[in-house]
């Protein structure tokens, strides 16, 4: 049976990163995690390093250029395209431009989780990233990735809600992700227009963002809204686009056309008129509609009790104490959604720090901790993107707009403990015999180790089999 973990050894593990070995354990493990509000860097070196968003969009709709210019002069030639030198040599350009955006952005997340003097803040931008999900399945969404984590998440999160919430909705990476930048109103300048000119072909209401604001980044599941209010709230999303792409851009639609992979307004694609959603009439115009709107969703008592819940059972259960659920949700309505308001009063509770793990470690969580306790504060040569996916949790490719599931039953199959075995392996033997064990496992979780624990260090047959059984241990896969 393993002993109870100290306050110490919680703060370090269920609301932080894992420990490393050279970690001094808090003496006060709350002040130790509020302290950290005022040291957070919300641009740390490895994100600074990467492109903005403005950047990856200008690099990737150049080499898309390239490739239609490419087909284009294989056509004039009577070329196949699929077969064409010059095309396949542009298509390869753009998929590597892909790759590396992808390869360069899921280091740097890596990087800064290693190096980070301030984990649990830390913990909390992959929370929120999770939160405002989106999946890089499309070249548009993948090049976006960590610029969206960098420029929507990382300043907002010890800011408010509804501030967050706004820069998330109108970041490129989500515009593209549900398509809302293809969203055209019916009676829009530009929506007429199209239906006059190809009517069999009229320009459509997309309602994806709508949909996912209000069930999984506000109000949350079954809270009282219909598909009117979800039909009615596209249509006041209707021109919010991104610069120089999408309906509207270009010759005959905005003069100003803004910056390339910038959110954009388009007025000639924006539904006019009044819109009445969850009974209360917005007769806004332009893009303060939809921000009126999301100003509503994001003070709602419905969407305080749901972000209270799912920080709850992040930091504290799977199914998260009630009595500090509405705690939280009381602190999230009374401070106009001040999010340090709400971790304030979860590092206060007193169920935060039951002294038993009762959260098992997600793939990217347990690589973070054993990358940590074994002493790694940079990325060296490794990739981590090909290391989450033999895990089965892919960065930033949930494959749903829900994100990650946040309970034990999603990541505690025999299937994925092998896979966690096996990387284990590989940590342990890169660390050869320089790191001993046993003197390592009450630096990572003091007085957390049990008995077993311990003996199985103690009899293991190598130094390298002795880190990999702890790594793989039930103390270090829970927190």
């Known amino acids: 049976m393993a002993p109870s973990p100290s306050p110490a050894s919680i703060a370090l593990n269920r609301f932080g990163l894992g420990a490393r070995p050279d970690d001094v354990p808090p003496g006060d493990p709350k002040r130790w995690l509020l302290d950290q509000f005022d040291r957070y860097d919300p641009r740390p070196p490895a994100f600074a390093a990467l492109p903005d968003g403005t950047q990856l969009a200008a690099e990737y709709f150049a080499d898309q250029m390239a490739l239609a210019e490419a087909r284009k002069q294989a056509k004039a030639a009577a070329n196949d395209p699929k077969q064409d030198a010059a095309t396949l040599a542009a298509r390869k350009d753009v998929n590597a431009g892909v790759r590396e955006a992808y390869r360069a952005a899921t280091n740097a997340r890596m990087a800064s989780a290693l190096a980070t003097e301030t984990p649990f803040v830390e913990r909390l931008v992959h929370f929120w990233a999770n939160h405002f999900a989106l999946s890089a399945d499309k070249p548009q969404v993948t090049i976006f990735a960590g610029a969206y984590e960098m420029e929507a998440i990382r300043p907002h999160v010890l800011g408010r809600f509804e501030d967050m919430l706004l820069a998330v909705e109108r970041h490129p990476a989500m515009l593209y992700y549900l398509d809302q930048f293809r969203s055209v109103g019916p009676d829009s300048r530009a929506g007429l227009r199209a239906a006059q000119l190809r009517p069999d072909r009229p320009l459509g209401l997309n309602e994806n963002l709508a949909r996912e604001i209000m069930e999984l980044h506000t109000l949350g599941v079954r809270t009282g809204y219909a598909q009117a209010d979800v039909t009615e709230f596209a249509r006041a999303l209707t021109g919010w686009s991104i610069g120089g792409k999408g309906p509207g851009a270009g010759p005959g639609g905005d003069k100003d056309d803004g910056a390339l992979g910038r959110f954009q307004f388009r007025p000639n694609i924006h539904e006019p008129g009044t819109r009445t959603i969850l009974g209360k009439a917005y007769s806004?115009?332009?893009?303060?509609q939809a921000k009126a709107v999301l100003h509503r969703l994001a003070t709602s008592p419905a969407t305080a009790k749901h972000v209270s819940t799912k920080l709850a059972r992040h930091f504290v259960a799977d199914d998260p104490p009630p009595a500090l659920v509405d705690r939280m949700t009381a602190a999230f309505l009374k401070h106009d959604g001040d999010l340090t308001a709400v971790y304030r009063v979860l590092i206060a509770a007193p169920e935060s720090w039951a002294a038993v793990p009762t959260k098992f470690k997600s793939p990217w969580e347990w690589t973070v901790s054993s990358m940590r306790g074994l002493g790694r504060r940079d990325l060296g040569q490794t990739d981590i993107a090909p290391m989450q996916n033999?895990?089965?949790?892919?960065?930033?490719?949930?494959?749903?707009?829900?994100?990650?599931?946040?309970?034990?039953?999603?990541?505690?199959?025999?299937?994925?403990?092998?896979?966690?075995?096996e990387l284990a392996q590989r940590f342990a033997?890169?660390?050869?015999?320089?790191?001993?064990?046993?003197?390592?496992?009450?630096?990572?979780?003091?007085?957390?180790?049990?008995?077993?624990?311990?003996?199985?260090?103690?009899q293991a047959e190598s130094g390298a089999t002795a880190l990999a059984l702890l790594l793989v241990s039930p103390e270090f896969q829970r927190r």
């Open 284 to 288: 806004e115009e332009g893009e303060g």
């Open 390 to 421: 033999q895990l089965g949790q892919p960065v930033w490719r949930p494959g749903s707009p829900a994100g990650y599931d946040d309970i034990a039953a999603t990541w505690a199959s025999p299937d994925a403990l092998m896979r966690r075995v």
């Open 429 to 458: 033997s890169t660390a050869g015999d320089r790191i001993d064990a046993r003197a390592l496992a009450p630096k990572l979780m003091p007085a957390a180790v049990s008995p077993a624990t311990t003996t199985a260090l103690a």
